[in-house]
């Protein structure tokens, strides 16, 4: 499904990643680790066109879309959550799902898809979205990246800074979104539920790759060493 050959890429004139390789298959949840720093949200700017690599390539589904601004990449199935819970706060909660919805083909049915997926949105779709708390707000990120149908969802640190009591539902979302069929490359900290959750992890640090492997529980002795480099 997209895969980053050799990427380098930074701000100004220094290099953040450093010739990262990786490939995410269609169908499965990908887990990106690595400490504050490592360049984790830098890859994820590149993979969706937020950032132009210096080199190296981005593929998606064979197709080089290096070049690609971020809009053209959306229309290809990419869809990105960034980090923070990001909406409109001045917006009530089914006017930002409006927002995505409108000019979008059975955008109509997609915010009534979103409804039942998340229903802490339904229950609070008058209330502005700057009032709803930190997991109904990464609930409604994850709603309006949604509707866009994509077949690649980006994740940025979904449960930072979430109550706990809501981390296991959002965790939950994302295990069943991948259930489904999307194919999901998630950034995260809380290195038990990305290996649960994933087929495949890379640990990232200092802007390169320093462990990959296979998903589980049975690969966190690797993943916290490889943390520590």
Same mark, same amino acid.
């Given at each position: 499904? #997209?895969?980053?050959? &050799?990427?380098?890429?930074?701000y100004d004139r220094a290099d953040v990643i450093h010739g990262v390789s990786l490939e995410v298959a269609a169908g499965e949840i990908f887990a990106i680790m690595g400490h504050n720093g490592?360049?984790?949200?830098? /890859? !994820?700017?590149?993979? *969706?066109?937020? !950032? $132009? =690599?210096?080199?190296?390539?981005?593929? #998606? &589904?064979g197709q080089d879309v290096t070049r690609l601004r971020p809009h053209q990449r959306?229309?290809?199935?990419? $869809?990105? *959550? =960034?980090?923070?819970? #990001?909406?409109?706060?001045?917006?009530?909660t089914a006017e930002n799902l409006q927002v995505v919805a409108d000019g979008r083909r059975r955008g109509s049915a997609?915010?009534?898809?979103?409804?039942e997926r998340f229903p802490v949105l339904r229950e609070f779709?008058?209330?502005?979205?700057?009032? /709803?708390?930190?997991?109904?707000?990464?609930?409604?990120?994850?709603a309006r990246a949604l509707i866009t149908q994509p077949r690649l969802l980006?994740? &940025?640190?979904?449960?930072?800074?979430i109550q706990p009591s809501i981390v296991a539902e959002i965790e939950q979302h994302i295990v069943s979104l991948a259930q489904e069929g999307l194919t999901v490359l998630l950034v995260e900290q809380h290195v038990g539920f990305a290996l649960t959750a994933s087929s495949h992890y890379a640990v990232l640090a200092s802007g390169r790759i320093t462990s990959t492997g296979e998903g589980g529980t049975a690969a966190t002795t690797d993943v916290r060493a490889a943390m520590t480099i």
């Open positions: 499904m #997209l895969e980053l050959h &050799d990427i380098h890429v930074g490592a360049g984790k949200t830098t /890859l !994820l700017k590149t993979a *969706v066109g937020l !950032l $132009s =690599p210096r080199s190296g390539r981005v593929v #998606l &589904d959306v229309a290809r199935g990419i $869809s990105y *959550v =960034p980090q923070g819970q #990001l909406s409109f706060p001045q917006l009530t997609q915010v009534e898809a979103m409804y779709a008058g209330r502005k979205a700057g009032l /709803l708390s930190g997991g109904q707000r990464q609930q409604l990120a994850i980006i994740l &940025d640190e979904p449960t930072e800074g």
